[in-house]
Each structure stands twice: as C-alpha cells, then as structure tokens.
C-alpha cells in the first residue's frame, strides 16, 4: 500500500485525471464523485463529439477495448475498437456501451461497476448537485478538447465547431473562474482565445497541453500567447523551466504524475498543482 501525502487547495491544485482513473471507470460520473470526496479541487476531463452533436466526456473518440462492453454484452475487441467512432455514433447509441463492468487491467485497484460515457451536461449537473449536497467547496474543471489535425472531419469537426459546441453547454452552467480548457491541438487553444477576446466565449483559463520534446520556450511561442497554464508531461520538466515559466506569469501543471516521490519532487520544485490518477495519493501533500 503506497502511503499517502497532502495538499492544500488554497494553494496547490490537485486535478484528479479522468476523475480519478486509478480506482474508478475513468472518465465516469461515479470517478468524479470519488474524486470530490477525496478532496480534489479541480476535476480533470477529455472531451469528444457525438454524430448528434452532443459533447461526451471520453478520453478517445471510439470504445477502448481495456474496457469497453457492447450493448450485446459482448467485450469490444482490439480489431474492432477503432471502427467504433463516437462521432459517427448518436449519443443514445454510445450510452448503451458499458465502460465500467470490466475494470481496466492497467489500473488493478480500479472498482468494477457498471456505468457509461456521460455527456458534459450529465457531469456538471451532478457534481454540483453531489458538492452542493455534501456541502463542499466549489471545484474547478479542466476539460481537454480531444483534438488532432489528422482527424478533422473523421473522429472529430474542426476546431472552431468543435469549440463552438463546448461553449454552448458551459455558458450558464459554470462561471469562467471555475473552467480551463487545455488542449494538445494548439489551434484549439487560439480558436478559444480569439472568440473569448472577442466577447463570444467564457474568457476560461487556458492551458497547454505538452508532450513533446521541443521545450517550454519554443512550445509558448508556437502557441502565440502566453497561456495560463503550462501542462506538459511530468518527466519533460526541470526545475530552471519551472522558474522561467513562473517569470512569464504563467503556472505549471504537469501530468499524470501517480508515484508519490515524483509528487513530492515536484512540489518542492515549486509546480502549482499536479495531475493524478490517484488523488488519495496526494491527499496530503506537505505545502
């Protein structure tokens, strides 16, 4: 049993990846709740798009065959996964695909339940229903635009309808405060600025996605502006490239950090916040 650390919301964000991946159906209402009671203060999220247009919160835009169950009870298989496209899929289609039942093998102390895909609306209604009812502090939540240029028109629209979408279901839902928008897709990311300048969107905090080996000075500038949030991979990061993103007023959230030494590593080099797939790891990661 790895020992668990602390976190002080006030002044370190602790996202819980997919909800919290490591011991719930990621990416499901029941890992979200979990991760409101394990005290994380920003809910990390992916979305993609239905045919009918509805924003479904996934990590990829098909069913993953780890763990994904047809409406037949049938596992989806490797062959056929990524014939299962969610964009060429109506929601009430994707709703009957269990995503919970079989656990996921990389993930062992994952509880098995059965459950589905939930729209973004579905989300936010009942974790702030759940945090309301519980009497908890509001949390913030990080939704990743699940975007490549390689698959505009085929698993996803391109950025501006697919943007134009998520705007629509968080305006009135949330406050701008409580939202960022990451992205790996950095078109994705200048769509949203441009329209939030504009006075169109949530002017929502934005952050961005790294896994590249480019660096942090080249990555901000290809992006065109300086972002919120930095978001790379855990092991890109140093502690020089903390300190020079910190000068340019822009904070530091790497992912998906799940090893207690690497949480305390970096915490102590000085990263605002981290992405895990097991926030009772981090529950009480020293300040």
Same mark, same amino acid.
């Given at each position: 049993?790895?020992?668990p650390i602390t976190v002080?919301?006030?002044?370190? +964000?602790?996202?819980? %990846?997919?909800?919290? /991946?490591?011991?719930?159906?990621?990416?499901?209402?029941?890992?979200?709740?979990?991760?409101?009671?394990?005290?994380?203060?920003?809910?990390?999220?992916?979305?993609?798009?239905?045919?009918?247009?509805?924003?479904?919160? $996934? %990590? !990829?835009?098909? @069913?993953?065959?780890?763990?994904?169950?047809?409406? +037949?009870?049938?596992?989806?298989?490797?062959?056929?996964?990524?014939?299962?496209?969610?964009?060429?899929?109506?929601?009430? #289609?994707?709703?009957?695909?269990?995503?919970? $039942? =079989?656990?996921?093998?990389?993930?062992?102390? *994952?509880?098995? *339940? /059965?459950?589905?895909?939930?729209?973004?609306?579905?989300?936010?209604?009942?974790?702030?229903?759940?945090?309301?009812?519980?009497?908890?502090?509001?949390?913030?939540?990080?939704? !990743? &635009?699940?975007?490549?240029?390689?698959?505009? =028109?085929?698993?996803?629209?391109?950025?501006?309808?697919?943007?134009?979408?998520? #705007?629509?279901?968080?305006?009135?839902?949330?406050?701008?405060?409580?939202? &960022?928008? *990451?992205?790996f897709d950095f078109a994705?990311?200048? %769509?949203?600025?441009?329209?939030?300048?504009?006075?169109?969107?949530?002017?929502? /905090?934005?952050?961005?996605?790294?896994? =590249?080996?480019?660096?942090?000075?080249?990555?901000?500038?290809?992006?065109? @502006?300086?972002?919120?949030?930095? $978001?790379?991979?855990? /092991?890109?990061?140093?502690?020089r490239t903390i300190r020079?993103? %910190?000068?340019?007023?822009?904070?530091?959230?790497?992912?998906?950090?799940? *090893?207690?030494?690497?949480?305390?590593?970096?915490?102590?080099?000085?990263? +605002?916040?981290?992405?895990?797939?097991?926030?009772?790891?981090?529950?009480?990661?020293?300040?």
């Open positions: 049993m790895i020992p002080s919301p006030a002044s370190f +964000d602790l996202e819980g %990846h997919r909800g919290c /991946r490591g011991l719930m159906p990621e990416n499901t209402i029941p890992a979200f709740l979990k991760a409101l009671d394990l005290g994380v203060t920003t809910l990390e999220m992916d979305v993609v798009i239905s045919k009918d247009r509805q924003v479904v919160v $996934s %990590h !990829e835009p098909y @069913f993953n065959a780890d763990f994904s169950i047809a409406p +037949d009870g049938k596992p989806v298989s490797k062959a056929e996964q990524k014939k299962l496209i969610l964009y060429q899929m109506t929601y009430d #289609q994707i709703r009957q695909y269990d995503t919970g $039942s =079989n656990g996921n093998p990389k993930y062992p102390e *994952q509880q098995k *339940q /059965r459950t589905h895909k939930p729209l973004l609306t579905e989300v936010i209604e009942q974790v702030e229903a759940y945090r309301q009812q519980h009497t908890l502090a509001p949390v913030a939540y990080n939704i !990743e &635009i699940k975007s490549e240029a390689n698959e505009y =028109n085929k698993s996803q629209p391109e950025p501006a309808a697919f943007c134009d979408l998520v #705007q629509t279901v968080l305006a009135g839902r949330l406050p701008a405060e409580r939202i &960022i928008i *990451q992205s994705v990311l200048k %769509h949203w600025k441009q329209q939030a300048d504009e006075g169109r969107y949530l002017p929502v /905090r934005l952050s961005a996605l790294v896994e =590249n080996l480019r660096g942090a000075e080249k990555n901000v500038a290809d992006l065109g @502006f300086k972002p919120a949030i930095y $978001s790379p991979y855990y /092991r890109l990061l140093s502690q020079s993103l %910190h000068e340019q007023g822009i904070q530091v959230v790497p992912w998906t950090v799940n *090893q207690c030494s690497d949480m305390e590593r970096l915490k102590r080099w000085g990263v +605002d916040g981290l992405i895990t797939d097991y926030p009772d790891r981090a529950v009480g990661l020293s300040n």
